[in-house]
Structures are given as structure tokens and as C-alpha cells.
């Protein structure tokens, strides 16, 4: 079994500060868990977009309140503390935070540990484990 303590994650190489945002990586790749979890702050008054064309993500915010814009069709989805979101279409979006913001997230395929976005707000594949599949 595996504990992580948030502590053991602050100020290692699985924090990882992506400007509107700091991703503290509490299982990874290497974990061999099949998928990773983070515990994410949104800092607030930040407009994020992202696209995980590679990656499954869920996201339950656990402090805090903004909404995400999905991009195929504007549609806006209210987000605050004890909501879960979940990009089970690869989904296209926008994350604006009201307020900062703190969600646990967690990741299929699991992030490395120190990745950060591309230009389309997406992280690259991981060549060992391949894409999930689209739905
Ligand atoms: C909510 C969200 O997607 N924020 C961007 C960071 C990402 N979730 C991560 O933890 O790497």
C-alpha cells in the first residue's frame, strides 16, 4: 500500500506551477495505479483553456467556484465546491475561476508527473500506455 501526504508533494518535481494554476501530483505514471490524481489550486480571476485530446480527465472542485465553457457548443456549466466535472468526450474547454479554486483531479492515462500544456492546453501522450479510447 501508498500513502502521500500533500506535504511529501510540495516542493518536489510533482508540483508544477502552470501559471493559472499549480498541480500538486500525488500518484503518477510510475505509481502503476492506471490513472493519476492531483490535488489542483485554480488561482482566481484566471481563464484557462484546455483540451486533453489525449487524456480522460475528472474534476471535483472541492473549494471554490467558476465555470467551464465547453467549445463545441458555448454551453456554460456553473462549477463550485462539491461539483464534479468529468471530459469523457475529450471535451474542448474553457475554466474560468471566480474565486481561487481547489479540485482533485485525476487523470487516464496518468500524467508523468511533470508535464505542463501545449498551446492547445493539451499534454502530450504518453507513448507507453497509449490514448483511452475516444467514446
Ligand atoms: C482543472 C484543470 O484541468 N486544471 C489544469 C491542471 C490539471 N488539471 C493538472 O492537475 O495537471
Not at 506551477?17 to 488561482?43: F, K, P
Not at 464534479?84 to 500524467?111: G, S
Amino acid at each position: 500500500m501508498k500513502v502521500r501526504a500533500l506535504e511529501d508533494v510540495v516542493g518536489s518535481n510533482r508540483e508544477v506551477d502552470g501559471g493559472n494554476w499549480i498541480s500538486r501530483r500525488l500518484l503518477v505514471a510510475e505509481d502503476h495505479m492506471g490513472y493519476s490524481v492531483h490535488d489542483t489550486l485554480i488561482r482566481a480571476g484566471t481563464e484557462t483553456k484546455m483540451w486533453y485530446k489525449h487524456h480522460l480527465e475528472s474534476v471535483y472542485c472541492i473549494e471554490g467556484e467558476g465555470e467551464v465553457v465547453t467549445a463545441s457548443d458555448q454551453r456554460i456549466w456553473p462549477i463550485r465546491k462539491n461539483t464534479l466535472y468529468a471530459l469523457d468526450q475529450h471535451d474542448e474547454h474553457v475554466l474560468r475561476a471566480f474565486t481561487d479554486m481547489r479540485m482533485v483531479c485525476v487523470f487516464n492515462p496518468p500524467l508523468q508527473g511533470q508535464e505542463k500544456h501545449d498551446a492547445d492546453g493539451t499534454y502530450p501522450v504518453d507513448s507507453k500506455q497509449g490514448n483511452p479510447p475516444l467514446m
